[in-house]
């Protein structure tokens, strides 16, 4: 159903992302992440909508640490998963890998995308995924908790989702994984006019999320490392496409 709910993107921090989803049908409005408060309540306020659930993505404190004061202006369900309720603020509803519910009218549901951290986890609604720091526009998170094939597996699993699904990722490092993916592939046609797209929009300040799905598997790196060009541009050739995946997620560590 097109136009069930519209995303207004919150930048917050230096480069972090909220993102407020909005059901014009049933009035429901939900958050991904809370990297602080006041942005959010801005944002709240000039549309005229009633924030009512907060979904977590991670335990980092850039996607939590706004909640206690949006709990504290309003009455919010706060979702995460359940293996990280320790390390996440209280938890009105634990959900995990499988998990479907209901969110503004939409079923909604959750796929365990552990690398970045183990626990983390991609909201699903139809037509949009809420990747945070797995997937990211031309990248994905540094491997922080998990391993690069865990990593790799849960990029996989993204990559499984209709190829016009619309990501929202958890920060602006577009530019910069782009100059990155540029040295992996350089002969890469729509890499390099991607790249245009983006120096503009930066230029002028303006997000570069969401991007879709069917543009990262032409032009992220990190979705392409299973493609015999890919493995032949960084001399493995023979290598595993996890092995290869974590090639280049050092080579972009020390980048
Ligand atoms: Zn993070
Ligand atoms: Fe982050």
Known sequence: MPDAYTVKVVPCLSDNYAYIIHSSQTGGTALVDAPEADPIVSALRQEGWTLDTILITHHHDDHIQGIEQLRNEFDVTVIGHDRDRRRLPTLDREVADGSTFDLCGMTASV???????????????????????????????????????????????????????????????????????????????????RMADIREKRSGNLPTVPTTLALEKATNP???????????????????DAEVFAEIRKRKDRF
């Open 111 to 193: 796929i365990d995308v552990s690398g970045h951290t183990v626990g983390h986890i991609a909201y699903i609604i139809p037509g949009a995924a809420f990747t945070a720091d797995s997937l990211m526009a031309l990248g994905c998170g540094r491997v922080f908790e998990g391993t690069p094939p865990m990593m790799w597996a849960s990029l996989q699993k993204l990559a499984c989702l209709p190829d016009s699904t619309l990501i929202y990722s958890g920060h602006e490092y577009t530019l910069a994984n782009g100059e990155f993916a540029l040295t992996i592939e350089p002969d890469n046609a729509e890499l390099v006019d």
């Open 222 to 240: 990190f979705l392409r490392a299973a493609l015999p060009e890919v493995k032949d541009r960084v001399g493995m050739a023979n290598a595993s």
